[in-house]
């Protein structure tokens, strides 16, 4: 009986068996059927704008940041040991305020001694000139030779020549303590501080790096198309967005002599009268005016920031370096990838030379996910 229960689980086993590898033969026929049509991808559709040739001798709006004017570095004029430096980057002082001061120990010591000294000059002094009398009297009645009183007369003058010597010492070691503490020479703010309390600093070491918060200039890098247009005391506008887009006038101080970014160069303008809360290091926009007969014939673009893709750790657009762009072939209905030169920026736009001519079509959308020669499909709004 036992050999008939076996017989028929063994049968059992067989039937299952056979069910499953049916089963997965029909699934691995099914997966590894290729005579079906292949489903195309997706093309995706793309938002384009046209661009034009923007006239280069016309107002230019560029990035910029306010600086503090008249920035200087204030020191003590004599060593010692920083005991007191209480300002900090960003604060604000007035003229005749003690800003920092020194040990006044070893100037307090020099100094009285230098009073002792003058004391016993000034006793030395006296004695001269009284033997001076008593010998001159002398040698009106004869008791007293000539040369006595030539000795008496040299004895007296070095004394007086010891006491004003004295006197000077004096004065420098009153000079020297009172340069122990440093007065601010007029209103301004700490742009940077430059040493720390209980450091031993010598004479000149800059302790604050300050500039006057009355006085405030817009720093800008400008391309170098326009640069020769740019002259002297010409007038400038910036604009803050950090002051509710306050807008402040101003005119050319400084044109760079030499490149800084890529080929652009550094240009200040001295703002007129700027807002009690601007301070240095907010971001601006600053206008500048390109003379027509002025600026160079060169084609610029303001293409929006959009449209820019980054293909490297940049964080946004640099004025002298090249951007990529993605061009719409309407003929071929694809993109054309195209590398530009970045020769300004304000705001959200982004002005490029060359590589464009006027009624390209660029992407301004989804840049980040093309690649040169795909299909793509013009988006429409629906109707």
Do not use: H
């Not at 742009?191 to 405030?216: C, H, M, W």
């Not at 390209?360 to 020669?373: C, W």
Request: hydrophobic share 40%; aromatic share 4%.
């Amino acid at each position: 009986m036992n050999k008939a229960l076996r017989a028929k689980r063994r049968s059992a086993s067989k039937t299952v068996i056979s069910a499953f590898a049916a089963a997965c033969g029909a699934i691995a026929g099914g997966c590894g059927d290729n005579d079906g049509p292949a489903v195309p991808p997706p093309i995706p559709s793309v938002k384009t704008v046209e661009v034009t040739r923007e006239d280069a001798a016309q107002e230019r709006s560029l990035s910029g940041t306010l600086i503090v004017a008249e920035e200087t570095k204030l020191s003590f004029a004599v060593a010692g040991k920083l005991i007191d430096v209480p300002l900090r980057d960003g604060s604000e002082f007035k003229a005749g305020q003690e800003i920092a001061r020194l040990d006044p120990a070893d100037f307090e010591r020099a100094l009285a001694s230098q009073k002792s000294k003058l004391e016993s000059s000034t006793i030395r002094l006296r004695d001269a000139e009284d033997m001076f009398a008593r010998q001159s009297q002398l040698a009106k009645s004869g008791t007293v030779s000539p040369a006595a009183l030539s000795r008496a007369e040299a004895a007296l003058a070095n004394a007086r020549s010891d006491r004003q010597i004295s006197e000077v010492a004096v004065t420098s070691a009153e000079e020297n303590l009172k340069r122990t503490r440093l007065i601010a020479p007029r209103d301004g703010i700490v742009t940077k501080l430059l040493a720390n309390q209980f450091e031993e600093v010598s004479a000149g070491q800059p302790i604050y790096e300050v500039g006057r918060q009355d006085a405030l200039e817009v720093s800008v890098l400008v391309p170098e198309q326009f640069v020769p247009a740019l002259r002297y005391g010409e007038p400038v506008t910036a604009t803050v967005p950090g002051l509710q887009d306050a807008v402040f006038e101003g005119r050319i101080i400084e044109i760079g002599a030499m490149a800084e970014a890529g080929n652009a160069f550094r240009v200040r303008a001295r703002l007129n009268d700027p807002t009690p809360g601007a301070r240095s290091g907010m971001s601006a926009s600053v206008t500048l005016q390109i003379a027509r007969d002025k600026a160079r014939d060169r084609p610029v673009f303001s293409i929006p920031l959009s449209a820019i893709r980054f293909d490297t750790t940049e964080t946004g657009p640099v004025v002298g370096k090249r951007a990529t762009v993605f061009l719409f072939d309407s003929a071929k209905e694809s993109v054309e990838r195209r590398e530009v030169p970045v020769v300004g920026m304000a705001g959200n736009r982004v002005f490029v030379g060359d590589g464009l001519q006027p009624g390209d079509r660029i992407v301004t959308a989804g840049v980040a996910f093309l690649r040169d020669g795909q299909k793509v499909r013009l988006w429409l709004p629906p109707e």
